[in-house]
Nanobody, 125 residues
Framework: VQLQASGGGLVQAGGSLRLSCTAS????????MGWFRQTPGKEREFVAA????????YYTDSVKGRFIISRGRVKNTVFLQMNSLRPEDAAVYYC???????????????????WGQGTLVTVSS
């Protein structure tokens, strides 16, 4: 599975961006699709995930109520709608696919089998 993330850019605090992840196969072929982010010198951090069966969504606490993960009408896309962006949201964002992960593991990058190349989000204060 190949993944490509896009949609990053520069936005002012309080603004919005929508990230897209395009997969080489339908995203429902993976048990979970997730978004992670990483800043220099820090570990990759879980942001959100969506379960292919049922569409249940999961978020890290700091983005609840501001970010929305969803699947596109085109079956090989996943989106991350980011609203009310804060300077601390600035990072490289990665999409990932977990083929066999269980729910309790989805916040762990090690649970994901396939990764996109990352897209940079910069938030100015």
């Amino acid at each position: 599975v190949q993944l490509q993330a896009s949609g990053g850019g520069l936005v002012q605090a309080g603004g919005s961006l929508r990230l897209s992840c395009t997969a080489s196969v339908p995203t429902y072929s993976a048990r979970f699709m997730g978004w992670f982010r990483q800043t220099p010198g820090k570990e990759r951090e879980f942001v959100a995930a969506i379960k292919s069966s049922g569409g249940h969504t999961y978020y890290t606490d700091s983005v609840k109520g501001r970010f929305i993960i969803s699947r596109g009408r085109v079956k090989n896309t996943v989106f991350l709608q980011m609203n009310s962006l804060r300077p601390e949201d600035a990072a490289v964002y990665y999409c990932a696919a977990a083929q066999r992960a269980i729910q309790s593991a989805i916040r762990d990058p090690e649970a994901y089998d396939n990764w996109g190349q990352g897209t940079l989000v910069t938030v100015s204060s």
